[in-house]
Antibody
Framework: EVQLVESGGGVVRPGGSLRLSCAASGFTFNDDDMSWVRQVPGKGLEWVSG????????GYADSVKGRFIISRDNAKNFLYLQMNSLRADDTALYHC?????????WGQGTLVTVSS | DIQMTQSPSSLSASIGDRVTITCRASQNIGKYLNWYQQKPGKVPKLLISVASNLESGVPSRFSGSGSGTDFNLTITSLHPEDFATYYCQRAYSTPRSFGPGTKVHTK
């Protein structure tokens, strides 16, 4: 069974940093591209970032480009999102998802709140 | 960037109704279009990829069509469990933008 479990969310002040992690199991992690998608509770989905299987290709939404960095550790089956210069509009539930073009498996998410 | 729009933003329907949701891309995206269903408190579920490819386990009452800039998701006969919000997503190139969603609610 595919499992994606996010961690690392919390409350942070504007301008601060957080590092999200996603532990993957139940599939061959180093065969698959991965993504981060966020959702403000009650609002729509926003694709944040994606990374290919070996980390050579990474993409970002314009809203996070230059502030967030996606990475992965295929030896440990982990996906990461380093979030810097956080703003109030980054407040959302952050999901990791299997796939870059289409995502058939999603984690339950970790909540990030940016507030002073 | 390519913008994704959906219409309608909300629709009311009854059990057994045929429902069609439209997704439009601001530029040609070929057939690189996904459809997801999301219910309250749940993660999105991938229904259709590459515009018309039904994912395993998805009921055949769901179908996708279109290419280029205009796409449709059709539910031929609405079931009670189909009341949800539906999102399209551009499936190639960056960013992999989602549409704003279409909420299907009971009439």
């Amino acid at each position: 069974e595919v499992q994606l479990v996010e961690s690392g969310g919390g409350v942070v002040r504007p301008g601060g940093s957080l590092r999200l992690s996603c532990a993957a199991s139940g599939f061959t992690f180093n065969d698959d591209d991965m993504s981060w998608v966020r959702q403000v509770p009650g609002k729509g989905l926003e694709w944040v970032s994606g990374i290919n299987w070996n980390g050579d290709t990474r993409g970002y939404a314009d809203s996070v480009k230059g502030r967030f960095i996606i990475s992965r550790d295929n030896a440990k089956n982990f996906l990461y999102l380093q979030m810097n210069s956080l703003r109030a509009d980054d407040t959302a539930l952050y999901h990791c998802a299997r796939g870059y073009g289409s995502s058939g498996s999603w984690g339950q998410g970790t909540l990030v709140t940016v507030s002073s | 960037d390519i913008q994704m729009t959906q219409s309608p933003s909300s629709l009311s329907a009854s059990i057994g109704d045929r429902v069609t949701i439209t997704c439009r891309a601001s530029q040609n995206i070929g057939k690189y279009l996904n459809w997801y269903q999301q219910k309250p408190g749940k993660v999105p579920k991938l229904l259709i990829s590459v515009a018309s490819n039904l994912e395993s386990g998805v009921p055949s009452r769901f179908s996708g069509s279109g290419s280029g800039t205009d796409f449709n998701l059709t539910i031929t006969s609405l079931h009670p469990e189909d009341f949800a919000t539906y999102y399209c997503q551009r499936a190639y190139s960056t960013p992999r933008s989602f549409g704003p969603g279409t909420k299907v609610h009971t009439k």
